[in-house]
C-alpha cells in the first residue's frame, strides 16, 4: 500500500514536470495554450476538451464538431476563450486565451473524448506574471544592460529573442548568432547589441545595448525557448536626455515650497481624499470570489493587514507574517485566504470561498503600521447574485435547481435549508433522512434519483405558497463535513393561496387560507402541519371553523 502511494505522487509530479511552461505579462492582450494532436481523431462524436482540475466547474472550453459548446464553462473565462475554426481537420487544438490575469495562472490540460474515453491528453502550465524591470539610463552612456535571468546549465537548442514589445516585428538581438538569425534584426541595433559568451552554463540572458538614445526607449521582450516551454521576462528601458543643473535645482526649490504650503492641509483632511469602492459581482454558486487589492508597497513583517465588512465584524487579520482565524467572525471562520508573502508582493487581495447572499456587503481592507498608524485604506463592494424562481401560488409542484460539477460524491452528504436554517430536505448514502427533515416540509419534497451520480441535486417543493417564500441553500458535504459546494436559490411565490372548504380555515396576521371538502389528503398534511408550525414557533392562532362560517364568524 506504501509503495502504491508513492507511485501516485511520484506519477502526480512527473504530469507536472513534463507540462509545458508558457510565460506571459498580466498586460498582454491574449496568450496562446499550444496543444498539437498526433492521434486519430475519433469518428464518433469528437470532442476538444480544455479543463483545469483546481477550478469548479472544470471547463475552460469545449469544441464538439458542430462548433464551440460553452454551457458548461467556468463563467472566469466567459468571452475570453477561442480556438481555430479548422482544429479536428488540423489536429491543432491550441487555445487562445485573452486578457490574461494572475488569477489564470495554472495548469491546463488539453484532451479529445468520443463521449465515452479520454486520450491524448497535455498539459499545459501557464504563468501570469505581474512584475517588470525598469531601467533607467541617460542618453550619451556608453551602455546599459537589460536584464534577463533564468535557471543555469541550459540545453544546448536553447534559444533566446529580444524584441520590443511596444512596436510590432521590431527584434532587437537573437541568440545563436547564425547569419539567419542576424537578417531578423532591425537595422536600428545593428552593431549595438551583444550577449554573454557563456550564457548557457549560468542562465544570465541579459543583453548589452550600447550608445543608448531616446528613440531606444520603451518595453523589450526577453523570450527563452527551452525545450517545448516558452519563457518571457519584461523590461521597461527609459532614456532620458541629461537634466540642466540649475533646473534641478529649481524644481527642489519649488517642491518644497509647496510641501510647506499645502503639507498640512493634506495631512488634516486626509481622510476626505477617498476613492470609489471597487464593485464585485459573483452569482452564488461559485467556489470562491476574489476581493482585489494591490498596491506597490513593501512593508515590514510586523505589518497588520484586516479585512472588515460593513457590519464592522473582521473578516481576515494578517500580521507577524501568519493569519489570524482567533479574531475573525464566526461568519468567516475557514472561509478567508490571503496569498502568501502579500507584504513583499503588496498583494492584500482576500478570497472568500462559497458567496452567498448575506456576504452582500461593503468590505475594507486597511493596512497598519507596527504603531497602529493607517497607512494604507481601501473599500470593495461585493454583490452575490442569487438565482430567482418565482410561481402562482396554488401550483401541485416547484422545482428549486442546483447543479453541481464536484467529483465523487458517493459518500457526500446534500442538505437543503431555508431561510431560518431549517432543514428541508437532507440526502446521504442513496437515501432521504426523514428524522432530520422540519415538520413544517413534511411529505413535501423530492430530489432526484441517482444526483450522486448525475450532479443534479434540484429540490421539488409541492404545493408552494406564502410562507415558503425566501433564500434556499443547497450544500454539499465531504464524510469529513466540509463544504465541497454551496448555492443559494430565491423561491417567490405570487399572489395568495385559497382553497374554498366552507368548513376548515387557517387564519394569521398576515393571511388567511381555507380548504374545500374535495381537497386531496396532502393539502390536509399542509394545513395541519402549517397549525402545528405556527402554534408551537410563533403567536399565531390558528382555528378551525365548521359549517359555512367565513374567518370573521359571518
Not at 458542430?66 to 466567459?78: A, C, I, T, V
Not at 479529445?112 to 479520454?118: M, T, V
Request: glycine share 6%; proline share 4%.
Amino acid at each position: 500500500m506504501k509503495m502504491f502511494v508513492v507511485f501516485v505522487i511520484l506519477l502526480h509530479v512527473s504530469q507536472h514536470a513534463l507540462a509545458v511552461v508558457v510565460e506571459v505579462y498580466e498586460e498582454a492582450k491574449s496568450v496562446l495554450l499550444p496543444c498539437q494532436y498526433s492521434g486519430i481523431i475519433p469518428e464518433n462524436n469528437p470532442t476538444v476538451m480544455w479543463t483545469r482540475s483546481d477550478l469548479s466547474p472544470t471547463f475552460v472550453h469545449l469544441r464538439r464538431e458542430e462548433g464551440d459548446d460553452l454551457k458548461k464553462q467556468n463563467l472566469r473565462y466567459s468571452g475570453r476563450t477561442s480556438m481555430r475554426p479548422d482544429a479536428l481537420e488540423t489536429s491543432d487544438f491550441s487555445l487562445t486565451l485573452t486578457k490574461p490575469e494572475l488569477i489564470d495562472s495554472g495548469v491546463y490540460t488539453c484532451s479529445i473524448s468520443d463521449g465515452k474515453e479520454e486520450t491524448g491528453q497535455r498539459n499545459v502550465q501557464l504563468k501570469v506574471k505581474d512584475q517588470q524591470v525598469e531601467i533607467r539610463v541617460e542618453e550619451g552612456s556608453d551602455s546599459v544592460i537589460l536584464p534577463c535571468q533564468t535557471r543555469p546549465d541550459l540545453p544546448g537548442d536553447t534559444s533566446v529573442e529580444w524584441a520590443r514589445s511596444d512596436r510590432e516585428l521590431m527584434m532587437v538581438h537573437v541568440y545563436p548568432n547564425r547569419s539567419e538569425n542576424l537578417k531578423k534584426q532591425d537595422d536600428l541595433y545593428c552593431g549595438r547589441t551583444k550577449m554573454n559568451e557563456d550564457l548557457l552554463r549560468t542562465g544570465d540572458l541579459s543583453v548589452t545595448l550600447k550608445y543608448p538614445t531616446e528613440r531606444d526607449s520603451g518595453g523589450y521582450i526577453c523570450t527563452i525557448y527551452r525545450d517545448k516551454d516558452i519563457l518571457r521576462q519584461k523590461v521597461v528601458l527609459q532614456v532620458k536626455e541629461p537634466f540642466p543643473s540649475w533646473a534641478i535645482a529649481l524644481i527642489v526649490l519649488m517642491v518644497l515650497l509647496v510641501l510647506l504650503v499645502f503639507g498640512g492641509l493634506l495631512f488634516n483632511f486626509r481622510y476626505y481624499f477617498k476613492s470609489v469602492p471597487q464593485v464585485v459581482e459573483v452569482v452564488s454558486g461559485q467556489e470562491s470570489v476574489q476581493l482585489p487589492y494591490k498596491a506597490k508597497v513593501h512593508l515590514l513583517e510586523d505589518t497588520k493587514v484586516e479585512w472588515i465588512d460593513s457590519d464592522n465584524d473582521k473578516v481576515h487579520v494578517y500580521q507577524n507574517g501568519t493569519d489570524h482565524p482567533n479574531e475573525q467572525d464566526q461568519v468567516y471562520r475557514e472561509r478567508t485566504k490571503m496569498k502568501e508573502g502579500l507584504l513583499k508582493t503588496g498583494d492584500f487581495s482576500l478570497t472568500l470561498k462559497y458567496p452567498k447572499e448575506r456576504d452582500t456587503k461593503t468590505y475594507t481592507c486597511t493596512v497598519f503600521s507596527t504603531k497602529g498608524n493607517v497607512l494604507m485604506k481601501k473599500q470593495v463592494v461585493l454583490h452575490v447574485k442569487v438565482p430567482e424562481v418565482e410561481v402562482d401560488s396554488g401550483v401541485e409542484f416547484v422545482q428549486l435547481s442546483c447543479q453541481t460539477a464536484v467529483h465523487s460524491l458517493k459518500e457526500a452528504k446534500v442538505e437543503w435549508t431555508d431561510k431560518e436554517n431549517r432543514k428541508v430536505s437532507v440526502y446521504q448514502n442513496t437515501s432521504d433522512l426523514l428524522a432530520l427533515q422540519h415538520r413544517f416540509f413534511r411529505n413535501r419534497t423530492k430530489i432526484n434519483d441517482g444526483l450522486l451520480k448525475t450532479g443534479d441535486l434540484s429540490l421539488t417543493l409541492k404545493y408552494p405558497t406564502d410562507w415558503d417564500r425566501g433564500i434556499y441553500t443547497c450544500t454539499v458535504y465531504n464524510r469529513y463535513r466540509k463544504i465541497r459546494m454551496k448555492k443559494e436559490v430565491e423561491l417567490k411565490v405570487r399572489g395568495t393561496l385559497l382553497f374554498l372548504r366552507g368548513s376548515t380555515c387557517a387564519s394569521s396576521p398576515l393571511s388567511s387560507t381555507c380548504y374545500s371538502e374535495g381537497t386531496s389528503s396532502m393539502m390536509e398534511e399542509l394545513l395541519e402541519s402549517a397549525e402545528s408550525f405556527l402554534q408551537s414557533e410563533t403567536s399565531v392562532t390558528v382555528q378551525r371553523i365548521y359549517g359555512s362560517r367565513d374567518l370573521h364568524g359571518h
